[in-house]
C-alpha cells in the first residue's frame, strides 16, 4: 500500500515563527502537493512539485515555501505563521501513470496563535 | 464564481437510504472526475474515478458525469453508518498539468 506521512499530526504555533511541515512517501511518486483545507472552502492547492528540486506555485502560494530535496519528502514551509494559516495541512503524491488518484497523508492540524 | 461547487450538507438519512451527492462545475476541459472520501481526522481517500461522459459503477456506489450539463453525481446504495463521511467531487484536465480542482466537499450522516 502507498503510504504518505505527515511529520505532525497537531502542531501549536506563536506568530512570526518559522514553521517546517514534512512529508515522505514510500512509492517513488514523481509528483507531490501540498493542500490547505479550511471549513466551506475544500481543499485549495499551495505549491506542487514534479520532480526533484522542482517546483511550482499554486493557487495561494503567499507566506508559503516548499523544499524538494529528494523524491520522497516534499516540505512546506511557514516563513513567518501568521494566524490566517491556522489549518489543515495536506500532503498528497501521484504517479504520472496515474494522475487522478492523488494519495493523501493524515493531515497536520496546525494553530498559529 | 468557484470552478467547483459542491453542497456541504451536512446530509443526514437513515440506513438503507439512497444518497445522491453533486457538483457543479464551470471548467468544460475537465476530463478527469473524481470522488474522495474523508473519515473524520484522515486524508481524503479515492473511491471511484470517471473518464469523460457516462456512468460507472462499483458495488453499492455509481458516478454519473453529464457533461453538457457540467455536472456529476454519487450515488449510494443501501447506505450504511460506515459510510458517514465527508465526500469530496474533484476534477482534472489534461492541459495544466492534471491539477486538481476539489468541491467543499459533503458531510454525510448516516443514521443506524
Known amino acids: 500500500d502507498v503510504k504518505v506521512t505527515q511529520s505532525s499530526r497537531y502542531l501549536v504555533k506563536r506568530t512570526g515563527e518559522k514553521v517546517f511541515l514534512e512529508c515522505v512517501q514510500d512509492m517513488d511518486h514523481e509528483n507531490m502537493f501540498w493542500y490547505r483545507q479550511d471549513p466551506g472552502l475544500g481543499l485549495r492547492l499551495i505549491y506542487f512539485s514534479y520532480d526533484v528540486k522542482m517546483k511550482e506555485k499554486g493557487d495561494i502560494p503567499e507566506g508559503y515555501s516548499v523544499s524538494r530535496e529528494k523524491k520522497e519528502r516534499f516540505s512546506l514551509i511557514l516563513e513567518s505563521a501568521s494566524t490566517n494559516q491556522t489549518s489543515m495541512y495536506l500532503c498528497?503524491?501521484?504517479?504520472?501513470?496515474?494522475?487522478?488518484?492523488?494519495?493523501f497523508g493524515p493531515g497536520t492540524r496546525l494553530t498559529v496563535t | 464564481q468557484k470552478e467547483v461547487e459542491q453542497d456541504p450538507g451536512p446530509l443526514s438519512v437513515p440506513e438503507g437510504a439512497i444518497v445522491s451527492l453533486n457538483c457543479t462545475y464551470s471548467?468544460?476541459?475537465?476530463?478527469?472526475f473524481m470522488w474522495y472520501r474523508q473519515y473524520s481526522r484522515k486524508g481524503p481517500e479515492l473511491l471511484m474515478y470517471t473518464y469523460s461522459s457516462g456512468n460507472k459503477e462499483d458495488g453499492r456506489f455509481t458516478a454519473q458525469v453529464d457533461k453538457s450539463s457540467k455536472y456529476i453525481s454519487l450515488f449510494i446504495r443501501d447506505s450504511q453508518p460506515s459510510d458517514s463521511a465527508t465526500y469530496l467531487c474533484a476534477m482534472s484536465a489534461v492541459a495544466g498539468g492534471f491539477k486538481t480542482i476539489f468541491g467543499a466537499g459533503t458531510r454525510l450522516f448516516v443514521k443506524a
Open positions: 498528497a503524491s501521484t504517479s504520472p501513470g496515474a494522475p487522478y488518484e492523488q494519495y
Open positions: 471548467n468544460s476541459a475537465f476530463q478527469y
